[in-house]
């Protein structure tokens, strides 16, 4: 179970220059693909474009192909795509459904959707919100709900439609380091039940911790790609914009101050 | 598959829907199927306009509003809002009526230019009990059900999903916008905007306002769009629902006999058989 992209770029509707340029990606099953980068990098963009929400829904034109196991999926319809890739934005006021009364309902919209038979909406969503350790919230509104619980929930949400692959674009953004570790565990879980998983994130310390390799853009271009400790440990990435983790800021202080390095470790160590 | 692989342990199996959800209302009036709730205000409202004069529709009032209000616990609230949403049209409508009704001549009181009188006076009641009526029967129904009951229900009826969510976010959206207008007066009033004072100053206050509160709401449509597509939204055919109100064969016959009663009423006024 693959996503491939090959050759892929992207130009949102009247643009002048386009967003992506010659992007080659797999995300075989059950692994963890970071994506770092400045703003205005392309990450965000590349989420779209993998998930198939670009252009099916945004518009623009795209180049190269995209293709779910091998198969193409240039004239799959959303829906259907939606079944096999899902996608997280940061922003968890516009991800809600806006018509669920208990976070409950929220979580099941999708998997309802679906038309997945009750008992298996019911147990889907038990589910997902056990694996973000929120099933307390199942009962209360999710548009009281502090952002960062809104974010557990929207991701949560995404759980429950059990993508067999995952985009999240910086799906920690609004949360606390509380969050962002449960965010994370959630990740890893779904990796290890399989799933191929991008995740677009400013925190390159999450990245450290559940991606396997990590992609780093510039301009809408792949600049880096390699295997996560080499990627972030590159004392360059600042260039970047990229600010490194912290295990790699300290070891290229150590460095800086004429301590031999090998005392510290790995990067996720 | 990773696609129906758990995430947890599989003790969560056994769990149904949480409580909260359908769970049924305080009062038998509040328990009616949303659509009953819904045919009885629609009638009410248009019998009372149809039926005319004062008798008709305080009869209805009584009736169709404030003995069902009663017997739900929301006789008060009903009454507050009702009044604060007809108020403004009421009290223009009986004053423009009272004073400036056209052929009016027993005159009842005058004030420098302007005279009421008692055919003014007569009819403006009549236009005012309608509209109590009106806002009586819209509050009823608004205070005894969630909008996402008779949502669910008019699904269940085979309405399609999309204009169910449609008309639900409709709903749902004006408490969603009232609270970022809050939000934005409350930041715009940290950074100095004076929306205290006369009129003018509070009209003026308003402009930093609604333009954020409108152009946020638009420019969150598509990220809202597409967090829908990537849950499916647009899958085609009916979904998959946890719940639904419940509903009898007894409420059925009572929405068929509310609307033929209607309908007699109307053809009744049509036919000059009712005065």
Known sequence: MTLTLSGVGYRYAGAAQPSLLDVDLELPNATVIGLAGASESGKTTLCLVASGLAPRTVGGRIRGTIRLDGEDVDAWPMHRLAERIGIGFQNPGTQLSQVADTVFEEVAFGPMNLALPREEVVERTWDALDALRIAELAERDPRRLSGGQQQLVATAGLLAMRPTHLVLDEPTAQLDPAGTRLVADAIGRLAAAGASILVAEQKTDLLANVASRVLVLDGGRVVRDGPVDEVLGDPTLAELGVAPPSAARLRMAVAAAGIDTAVLGSLDG | ?275
């Open chain 2, 1 to 275: 598959m990773a696609g129906s692989a758990r995430l947890s342990e599989p003790a969560a199996r056994t769990r149904g829907v949480p409580a909260a959800i359908g769970r049924p209302g305080p009062s038998a009036f509040h328990r009616l199927n949303p659509l009953t709730k819904a045919t009885l205000a629609t009638v009410t409202a248009v019998a009372a306009v149809v039926l005319g004069g004062l008798i008709g529709p305080a009869i209805l009032v009584a009736v169709a509003v404030i003995i069902p209000a009663f017997a739900a616990g929301v006789l008060g609230r009903l009454v507050r809002t009702a009044l604060l949403l007809s108020l403004p049209i009421a009290v223009s409508a009986f004053l423009v009526n009272l004073f400036f009704l056209p052929g009016a001549e027993t005159v009842l009181l005058r004030i420098g230019p302007i005279t009421a009188t008692a055919e003014g006076l007569a009819f403006a009641l009549e236009i005012l009990a309608r509209i109590l009526a009106i806002s009586g029967a819209i509050t009823l129904f608004y205070l005894t059900t969630r909008p996402a009951d008779l949502v669910v229900d008019l699904e269940r009826r085979g309405i399609s999903p999309r204009v169910a969510f449609v008309a639900n976010a409709s709903v749902q959206t004006v408490p969603a916008m009232v609270e970022r207008a809050g939000q934005i007066t409350a930041a715009q009033r940290a950074r100095g905007l004076d929306t205290e004072g006369s009129v003018w100053r509070r009209v003026r206050g308003v402009l930093p306002i609604v333009g954020p509160v409108i152009l946020g709401s638009i420019a969150e449509v598509e990220e809202r769009t597409m967090a829908l597509e990537a849950r499916g939204f647009t899958r085609p055919g009916r979904r998959t629902l946890l719940w639904s109100p419940g509903d009898s064969t007894a409420e059925a016959i009572a929405r068929w006999a509310l609307l033929l009663a209607l309908l007699a009423l109307i053809v009744a006024r049509i036919a000059g058989i009712w005065p």
